[in-house]
């Protein structure tokens, strides 16, 4: 069975930091993109930032709104991805999802961060507020 399960969010203050896990378990992890997705009160969902398996070229994706503030990573012996999140923003409040496209839709991890997974996993909340 295909579970992703993040962790890590919270409430924090505006310039503070997190780091949001995500425990994938159920498929070969080395070979499948996954990717981040926020959603904010009454805003569609957003891809946040994507990375690409590690049997392609483990390249990233990063949202504009995220670029130089937070990074993506993965650990095959955890079989877990990371997103650290610094100089974080009011404007990033909302609900944090992992995603992974078991069905390889997409040719490009930009692709994947604009459309998302064929599999999610419930999600961890992130408030910044002062």
């Known amino acids: 069975q295909v579970q992703l399960v993040e962790s890590g969010g919270g409430l924090v203050q505006p310039g503070g930091s997190l780091r949001l896990s995500c425990v994938a378990s159920g498929f070969a992890f080395d070979y499948y993109a996954i990717g981040w997705f926020r959603q904010a009160p009454g805003k569609e969902r957003e891809g946040v930032s994507c990375i690409s398996s590690f049997h392609s070229d483990g390249s990233t994706h990063y949202a504009d709104s995220v670029k130089g503030r937070f990074t993506i990573s993965k650990n095959s012996a955890e079989n877990t991805v990371y997103l650290h999140m610094n100089s974080l923003k009011p404007e990033d409040t909302g609900v944090y999802y992992c995603?992974?496209?078991?069905?390889?839709?997409?040719?490009?991890?930009?692709?994947?961060?604009?459309?998302?997974?064929?599999?999610w996993g419930q999600g961890t909340q992130v408030t910044v507020s002062s």
């Open positions: 995603t992974t496209d078991l069905a390889r839709r997409f040719a490009t991890i930009q692709a994947m961060c604009a459309v998302g997974g064929t599999n």
